[in-house]
Every structure is written in C-alpha cells, then in structure tokens.
C-alpha cells in the first residue's frame, strides 16, 4: 500500500457534560499520515488543541487494539467508520482520502448518555450482564478440563459469541437503539455450553427484562447491527435469544 | 414471568406482531385465490356464489373475525413498538448510513403498514360492510337468490378512477411491508436455519412480496380496463 498524507476536515460533536446542548466544531488537520489509526488522527488533533490552550476532545480508548470495546464514534454515518469487522482504533486512515470531511459523533441512544464530547456510558450493559450473564460455579476442587464433552461445532459456536467486546456498536447502529445483538451473544454463550444450564430459563428472562428496562428498543430484523459490529456476531444469535425467551417464557414456572 | 409480562416485553410484543402478520399472509393467498373469480367471464356465478358461501359458513365467518382482531392486534402493538424505538434514540445522528447496513425495505415497516391501514379501511368499508350491512343488489345465480357483489365490485372500479390508484398503492404498500416482514417474522419466531432461510426468503420475496400484490393490483386494474 502506497503511503501518502492528507489534509481533512472534522466535524466533531462537542457537548461540555451529559446535560449540556452540544454542537459540531469543525477542524482542519493536516499532513496525516495514511498509516496512522483514526485514534492517532485525533492525538494529533489534541495535542494541538492543548498546545492552543483549548480543550482537547474527549473520547474514550484503552487497548487499542480492538479488543476492549471502548472506541465509540459514529464516523460518517457507521458506527467504527467505513470498514467491516473493525473498531475505530483498528481502522486506519487510508480508508480516507486528501480532502475529506469526516463527520464524528458520539453513539446515539438515550440508554447511552454522552459524558462528554465523544463518550457515552455503557452502564447499561453491565446492568443487564448483572441481571443474568454469569454461571453458578461448585466450590471444591477444579474440574478436569474437558471433563465436560462439548461438540466441536458447538464449542466453535459459543466461542464466536463470547468474541463479542461489549462495544455497543450495535445499538449505536440499530435505528431503534436495540440492544438484541448484545444481549443475544451474552445468552448465547452461555445457553449453548452445559455449563450454562443451570440458569438457562432465569438467565434470558432477566437479561431482556433488564434491556428492556434501560429503555433499548426493540428489534425489527434490519440487519445493521451485524453489518456493523466488529466481531462479526451473527444474526443467528437473535434467533436464538428469541427461541430461548420463548421456551423460558412458556415454561419457567416463576 | 407472568403472561402479562411476557407479552409486554419486547420480545413479547413482537411475537403478537409476527404471529397476527403471519396469520394475515395465510389469509391474502386464499383471499387473492377467491378473488381472481372476479376474472371468469360468467358474469359473476363463480365469484357471487363463493361469496355467498364464504359469507353464511360460520366456520369461515369466526375466522373473519379473527382477521379482523389480528389487524387490531397488529396494529396496535406495532404501533405501540414503533413509538418505543423511536423514543430510544432521542437525539437523531448528523449522517446515516442509508442502505448501507439495512435494506430500505426494512425501514419503511411503519409506513408501508401506514398505507396498508388507510387500504383497509376503505376496502372494508366498501365491499365488508356493504356486503354484510349493507343494500346491494341480489341476483339469481346458479338457482339461487344471492347478494350480487360481483356487480358492486365492477360499479366500484369502473365508476372510480382514484379508488383503482388507491388499491394499486395499497398493493405496493403490501408488497414492500412483506417482502421484509415476512422472513423478519421467522427470525423473530427464532425459526432461521441454513436449510430453510433461502425458501423463507424466497417465499417472502416473490410469492407474498411481489407475486401476490401483482395479483391483487391486476384485479381492479383489468376491471377497469374492460370496461
Ligand atoms: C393495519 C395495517 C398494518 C400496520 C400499521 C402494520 C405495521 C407493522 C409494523 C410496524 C411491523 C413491525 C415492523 C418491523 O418489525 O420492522 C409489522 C410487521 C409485520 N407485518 Fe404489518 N402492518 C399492517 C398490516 C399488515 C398486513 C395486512 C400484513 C399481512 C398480510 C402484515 C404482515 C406483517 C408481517 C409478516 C410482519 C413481520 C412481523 C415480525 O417481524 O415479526 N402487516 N407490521
Ligand atoms: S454484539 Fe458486536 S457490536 Fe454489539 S456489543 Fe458485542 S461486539 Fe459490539
Ligand atoms: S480501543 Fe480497545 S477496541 Fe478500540
């Protein structure tokens, strides 16, 4: 891939506090590198806000390495930008060209409130991971692993919706803020493994009732939060979720 | 969790929106079947003696009235999700992906069953109500003295240019809220599986998205066109 650099416009979402209005600020940079991430693009910016004596934007990281789920931005309308399968510390700014404007806002969910400029609060997560995302664990000694038999496929399965990093990409994707993906990932680890039995029926009761509460929307099958969340859940895990609420539903006697 | 609780969950409340939509495919396939009569050249003994019979079975009629709850139903529960979801995003983004990451199809639900409502009530009106409560003219067929409502539906769309536009609209309103809602509600019964996604799509697509609608749209149209 041919380096080169570029001279951008943003247009970033400012907003002082959670109860604050909030606006977009434009910005012009220049000379980014087309090998930096799109978080570096915004070091570069601040570093150059703080050198002004101004407030550098405030936007959440940690790992960078697109595991930990925190780099929320809505970038040009998708959430994580442009790339599929990919948070925005992974993406690099050779998805842009010399020119751009590129328009940076925070997710958009009133169960995620912004903090300040770029970041929100995903509490809600925890909240729901609190209502039933666990196992009841034996005290005594430690199992053998593999003690348990697990199919393969289902193992593979139940490993590809525990990759899910909590990101919310897809409520800040989902037109109705819906957190089905989520929750959907979160049930299904753990209903497909033997160890997750126990509380099967309690576990995606509470969980959706706990999504519900935090003011989520519903799902309407749209499909934008597998095209947009970076470790690629599959829809499958929705289905799933609605037949394991509908089996606990009809069934679980409390 | 209670049953008043499990259907006021959102997951619960789209199982009562899946199931009456479900409920009402099964209906316009052998609605359009009844109503391709209307086609024949007898001047009207096969549709006005299906009509009779459809009319005075009792089996069929306590069904009727349940097309008629579940459109309640639907309506009302649609309704009540569509406001929730948008309540959920209070503040709206600058940019949005457009079809980017959803079909435009899936986004128009709310509308295209808009459109549908608006359809339905005329349509009951003129041709339910009137055949049920209504003074239309009788007729002898095949031997027997029965409601001519043959003749109504032929008066109706060759008298009335804006009603054959309208049931061509409500028919576009159709095809567009099938073609995502019908496979949306397997998904949303948790019913998707390699082996039958692509006959769901397809059945979705073009047999109750486009097949149908065409063949209900082509009804008044050729009624009007005959004349
Ligand atoms: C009375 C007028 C109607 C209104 C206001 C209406 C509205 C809606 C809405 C808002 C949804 C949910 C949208 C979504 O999941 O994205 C929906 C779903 C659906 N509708 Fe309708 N609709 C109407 C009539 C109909 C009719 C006449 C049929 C069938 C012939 C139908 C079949 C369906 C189906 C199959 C679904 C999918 C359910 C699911 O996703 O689980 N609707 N409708
Ligand atoms: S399902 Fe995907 S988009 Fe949603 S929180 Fe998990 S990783 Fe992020
Ligand atoms: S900063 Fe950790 S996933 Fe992007």
């Given at each position: 891939m041919v380096h080169y650099n570029m001279n951008l416009t943003l247009k970033v979402w400012r907003q002082k506090n959670a109860e604050a209005k909030g606006n977009f600020e434009n910005y012009q940079v220049s000379e980014i590198s087309s090998e930096m991430s799109f978080?570096?693009?915004?070091?570069?910016?601040?570093?150059?806000?703080?050198?002004?004596?101004?407030?550098?934007?405030?936007?959440?990281?940690?790992?960078?390495?697109?595991?930990?789920?925190?780099?929320?931005?809505?970038?040009?309308?998708?959430?994580?930008?442009?790339?599929?399968?990919?948070?925005?510390?992974?993406?690099?700014?050779?998805?842009?060209?010399?020119?751009?404007?590129?328009?940076?806002?925070?997710?958009?969910?009133?169960?995620?409130?912004?903090?300040?400029?770029?970041?929100?609060?995903?509490?809600?997560?925890?909240?729901?991971?609190?209502?039933?995302?666990?196992?009841?664990?034996?005290?005594?000694?430690?199992?053998?692993?593999?003690?348990?038999?697990?199919?393969?496929?289902?193992?593979?399965?139940?490993?590809?919706?525990?990759?899910?990093?909590?990101?919310?990409?897809?409520?800040?994707?989902c037109k109705n803020s819906s957190a089905m993906l989520f929750v959907s990932a979160k049930v299904s680890q753990l209903a497909l493994l033997p160890q997750g039995q126990p509380e099967k029926k309690s576990r995606v009761l509470n969980m959706l009732a706990q999504m519900d509460k935090e003011g989520f929307g519903s799902c309407t099958n749209t499909g934008a939060c597998e095209a947009e969340c970076p470790k690629e859940i599959s829809l499958t895990n929705i289905a799933r979720l609605n037949r394991e609420f509908i089996s606990a539903g009809f069934t679980y006697e409390k | 969790m209670k049953w008043s609780q499990f259907f006021n969950t959102s997951i619960g409340k789209k199982l009562l929106v899946g199931a009456t939509g479900l409920f009402l495919c099964s209906f316009v396939i052998v609605h359009l079947v009844g109503n391709l009569q209307l086609l024949l050249n007898d001047n009207g003994e096969a549709f006005n003696t299906y009509a009779d019979f459809m009319a005075h079975n009792e089996l069929i009629q306590l069904v009727a009235w349940g097309l008629k709850v579940a459109v309640i139903i639907h309506f009302w529960v649609a309704l009540q999700l569509t406001f929730s979801n948008r309540k959920a995003r209070p503040v709206k983004y600058a940019v949005n992906p457009g079809n980017q990451t959803s079909s435009w199809f899936s986004r128009q639900m709310a509308i295209m069953g808009s459109i549908l409502l608006v359809f339905l009530l005329i349509h009951l009106k003129d041709f339910w109500w009137a055949?049920?409560?209504?003074d239309l003219p009788k007729g002898n067929f095949g031997g027997k003295e029965m409601t001519d409502l043959y003749s109504t539906v032929y008066t109706a769309f060759t008298t009335q240019l804006w009603l054959v536009f309208l049931y061509v609209i409500g028919m576009i309103g159709l095809s567009f809220h099938l073609i995502h809602g019908f496979k949306s509600a397997f998904q949303t019964f948790g019913l998707n599986h390699v082996k039958y996604n692509g006959l769901i799509n397809f059945l979705g697509v073009w047999v109750w998205g486009i097949l149908i609608p065409i063949g209900f749209a082509l009804i008044p149209v050729i009624i009007y066109l005959k004349h």
């Open positions: 978080l570096e693009m915004f070091d570069v910016l601040n570093e150059r806000l703080i050198n002004e004596g101004k407030e550098p934007i405030a936007f959440d990281h940690d790992c960078r390495e697109g595991i930990c789920g925190m780099c929320s931005m809505h970038i040009n309308g998708r959430a994580h930008g442009p790339w599929e399968g990919t948070t925005t510390c992974q993406l690099h700014m050779r998805a842009f060209k010399d020119g751009d404007t590129i328009t940076v806002e925070p997710w958009r969910a009133g169960a995620f409130p912004v903090i300040k400029d770029l970041t929100v609060h995903r509490a809600a997560f925890d909240r729901i991971m609190e209502a039933g995302g666990f196992v009841s664990v034996n005290t005594g000694n430690a199992q053998d692993a593999n003690n348990i038999p697990v199919a393969k496929d289902i193992a593979d399965e139940a490993f590809a919706a525990a990759a899910c990093i909590g990101c919310g990409a897809c409520v800040a994707a | 055949m049920h409560y209504g």
